[in-house]
């Protein structure tokens, strides 16, 4: 039986060593997704400076989280990074099928196309809002389609620093939160940036 893991990170650095320790786990790059807020425009999905069509970016991602080690340098999931616009999250980086099936799922999902999205592939409601919003205020959310007996092995991989997500409900309601609104403006850069100070967070 197939089940979702998620896990969402303030860093995005994090997220990619994530996304490295699943492949290198054995996890296909087509069972793994990856969504990044983009508020402050830190991916352009422009820069290739050796012409090979690939976010130079993307390919020093997919090299400093080892993935070349299996898979051959940018072939993994980080090299397919594409920018997109998810209701409620604004703009976004992001690859993999979470992403694809969000897009979809927003035309009709009456929750939002990320939770919807995330629910549908099997995340609790409960969380699904969660990892929107920890998305919405800059944070990263990778999330992995896993055979159920390797589920355990493989959250251990991804869970060393990612967010707790009832800590992070718990200081979200503290500040007035009451829940995520898709229909609720994304953050700009300034809102993400301040966010990431409460958190001692870097991109």
């Known amino acids: 039986m197939t089940v ?3 896990r969402l990170y303030d860093s995005y650095t994090e997220a990619q060593k994530a996304v490295g320790s699943l492949e290198a786990a054995g996890v296909p790059h087509g069972d793994i997704s990856i969504v990044a807020n983009n508020s402050e425009g830190w991916f352009d999905g422009k820069k290739d400076r050796d012409g090979d069509g690939v976010d130079d970016r993307a390919e020093a991602a997919g090299t400093g989280a080892g993935i070349g080690a299996g898979i051959g340098g940018a072939a993994g999931l980080l090299a397919g990074l594409g920018l997109l616009a998810i209701p409620g999250l604004g703009p976004v980086v992001a690859a993999g099928w979470l992403a694809a099936t969000a ?5 009709g999902a009456a929750t939002g196309g990320i939770v919807g999205a995330l629910t549908e592939a099997g995340v609790s409601k409960e969380d699904a809002p969660l990892y929107a919003e920890g998305v919405r205020r800059g944070g990263t ?4 389609k896993v055979n159920e007996a390797d589920r355990a092995r493989l959250e251990a991989l991804m869970s060393p620093s990612s967010v707790n997500l009832n800590d992070r409900r718990v200081a979200w309601e503290k500040s007035g939160w ?7 403006p994304p953050y700009d850069a300034g809102q993400v940036r301040k966010e990431r100070e409460l958190y001692g967070r870097s991109r």
């Open 178 to 184: 009451s829940g995520y609104d898709p229909a609720s």
């Open 103 to 107: 897009v979809g799922a927003a035309a």
């Open 4 to 6: 979702t893991i998620s």
């Open 141 to 144: 959310l990778v999330s992995a």
